[in-house]
C-alpha cells in the first residue's frame, strides 16, 4: 500500500509565503511524475504544476512566476515552494504521484489534501 502525505498548508497573508512537502511511504519500485492540484470551494480540482522523475517540471499560467515544484527522490518527497501568494490562491492542495509497484504495473495515488488560505 502506498501513502502520500501532504503537511505545510495554514493561513497566510496576501503576498506571503507557504512551503508544502508531500512525502510517499509504503512498497513500491520508483515513482514516476508527482504533481500538486488545487480545489477550491464548489470548483473543480485543477492543475498546479507537474515534476517528472527526471526534474522537467510544468506549471499552471496561473502560478507561473510565483511558485516551484521540486523533488528530493532520496526522500520520495515533492515540494511546492508558494511566493507572492493571492487570495485566489486559497483552496485545499493535493499532491500525487505515478508509482510503479513492479516493472509493468503504475498507479496513481493521491494525498489526503492540506488546506491553504491566503487572507488578511
Known amino acids: 500500500q502506498v501513502q502520500l502525505v501532504e503537511s505545510g498548508g495554514g493561513l497566510v497573508q496576501p503576498g506571503g509565503s507557504l512551503r508544502l512537502s508531500c512525502a510517499a511511504s509504503?512498497?513500491?519500485?520508483?515513482?514516476?511524475?508527482m504533481g500538486w492540484y488545487r480545489q477550491a470551494a464548489g470548483k473543480q480540482r485543477d492543475l498546479v504544476a507537474t515534476?517528472?522523475?527526471?526534474?522537467?517540471?510544468n506549471y499552471a499560467d496561473s502560478v507561473k512566476g510565483r511558485f516551484t515544484i521540486s523533488r528530493d527522490n532520496t526522500k520520495n518527497t515533492v515540494y511546492l515552494q508558494m511566493n507572492s501568494l493571492k487570495p485566489e490562491d486559497t483552496a485545499v492542495y493535493y499532491c500525487?504521484?505515478?508509482?510503479?509497484?513492479?516493472?509493468?504495473?503504475?498507479?496513481?495515488?493521491w494525498g489526503q489534501g492540506t488546506q491553504v488560505t491566503v487572507s488578511s
Open positions: 515534476i517528472t522523475s527526471r526534474g522537467s517540471t
Open positions: 500525487n504521484g505515478v508509482v510503479s509497484s513492479t516493472l509493468f504495473a503504475a498507479k496513481t495515488y
Open positions: 509504503g512498497s513500491f519500485l520508483s515513482i514516476n511524475a
